[in-house]
């Protein structure tokens, strides 16, 4: 009897053990695919903004009011924030070279800009292409702080976070949430 007890008891657990290992599995179904961040890395965050050429005095405030409002911030879902920035100097072509690379980073969850309204367009495209969403125009600080505050509220508002602490940040909600949907 007490053999019994034992080894229901062992099976119990280890079928606990199974549901509480699979209970934390997320299955991503966004037709994007999602990003997934794994325990302690951060959620990257980017930004297209004029560093040099006429606007570079509206970029850099820009900038800095970007990386003032990730700093305020913090962390995003228990997930530390980072800033990856690319200058341009108001030209499509300063505003393709930022988008193709910021495009070619698996990590990058959105990014805000570009300053200049003509680079929006080349930058836009090659974003949307990538399935990054790219919120802009920047054409002051309080626009630049404005729309940071707004992609990390829709991150958090479409984030799956599982009982392991990994994020997954589903590419069609979140561009749906931003509003940049088709």
Do not use: W
Request: with cysteine; net charge negative.
């Amino acid at each position: 009897m007490k053999r019994h007890i034992t080894a229901s008891a062992a099976l119990l657990v280890f079928s606990l053990l199974l549901v509480s290992c699979t209970a934390s599995q997320y299955e991503c179904t966004d037709p994007l695919g999602c990003l997934e961040i794994s325990p302690g890395s951060p959620v990257i965050i980017g930004a297209i903004v004029a560093t040099s050429g006429e606007m570079n005095l509206i970029g850099t405030k820009s900038l800095q009011a970007v990386e003032k409002t990730l700093a305020d911030k913090d962390e995003l879902l228990g997930h530390p924030l980072h800033l990856e920035k690319y200058g341009t100097d108001c030209t499509e072509e300063s505003a393709r070279i930022a988008a193709t690379e910021f495009a070619t980073y698996p990590d990058l969850s959105a990014a805000i800009g570009p300053t200049c309204s003509v680079e929006d367009e080349v930058a836009f495209s090659i974003m949307s292409y990538a399935g990054i969403p790219l919120v802009g125009p920047v054409p002051d600080p309080m626009a630049a702080s404005d729309l940071t505050s707004r992609i990390l509220s829709a991150i958090e508002h479409v984030a799956v976070q599982t009982t392991n602490k990994i994020l997954f940040i589903p590419r069609q909600a979140l561009l749906d949430e931003l509003g940049l949907s088709p």
